[in-house]
């Protein structure tokens, strides 16, 4: 699980803009696409 946070420069701090499980995709600011499923990895 992976959370994300955007700058919101009217309040000068971080807010939530996501809770991400298997799989993290956004383009708030840059594109990211991670797969998260981490059963891939350990076999």
């Known amino acids: 699980m992976a959370y994300t946070y955007e ?7 971080y807010v939530p803009t996501g809770i991400h499980r298997g799989h993290l995709r956004t383009d708030i600011g840059f594109k990211v696409d991670i797969d998260l499923n981490l059963h891939k990895l350990i076999g």
């Not at 700058?7 to 701090?13: E, G, M, R």
């Open 7 to 13: 700058l919101d420069p009217a309040v000068k701090a």
